[in-house]
C-alpha cells in the first residue's frame, strides 16, 4: 500500500453519494472505483485490489453489513468505513461487530468523512507495520535460537572431545 494514495471502493445505491465521495476522494490523490451494491463490490474487490472500502449498509442484494463481514474474514485488519442514514436501525456496535473500522451516519460533512478517513488509513498503516516488525522479530528471534543451537551444539562437543581425553588419560594410566 503507498503511503497517502490509495485505490478505494466507495459502495453505496445513491448515485450521487457514490460520485461525491468517489470526487472527493479523488480530489485527495487517491483512485477511486465505485460500485452499487455489495455483490458488485465484491466481484470488484476480487478482481482488483483496493486499500480500503467505504460503504453504505443499506443496499440491494447484499449489504454493507455482510459486505463487511466478507471482507474483514478475508483480512480482519482491512480498512472498511460504514454508513448509513438510517441512524435509528444501525448502531455504532453492529459495525464494529460486523469488522468496520470506522461508522459514519449520513448526513455527513465532508470534513468529518475525511478526517475520519485519514484516521482509518493512518490506522491501517500503523497495523501494516507493526506486522512487518512482529515478522521481522520473529525472524531475528529464529536466528538467535538457531545460533544459541549451534552454540550450544559446539559446546557440547567441544566438552565431550575433552570427557573422551579425560577418559583416555585414565585408561592410559
Known sequence: MKSNCYKILVVDDEDSIRELL???LSSKGHQCDTAEHGVEALE????TPFDAVI???A???MDGLQLTRELTGRDADFP???MTGFVN???YDDAVKAGASDFIKKPLTIEEF???FDRMMHNYETICKIKIFQKDLEEVSRQ????IENDAMKKIEDLNSQLYELKDRIRKS
Open 114 to 116: 475525511l478526517a475520519r
Open 80 to 82: 472498511v468505513m460504514l
Open 22 to 24: 468517489s470526487n472527493v
Open 55 to 57: 460503504t453504505d449498509i
Open 59 to 61: 443496499m440491494p442484494r
Open 144 to 147: 538467535m535460537i538457531n545460533g
Open 44 to 47: 470488484k474487490f476480487n478482481a
Open 89 to 91: 436501525q444501525y448502531e
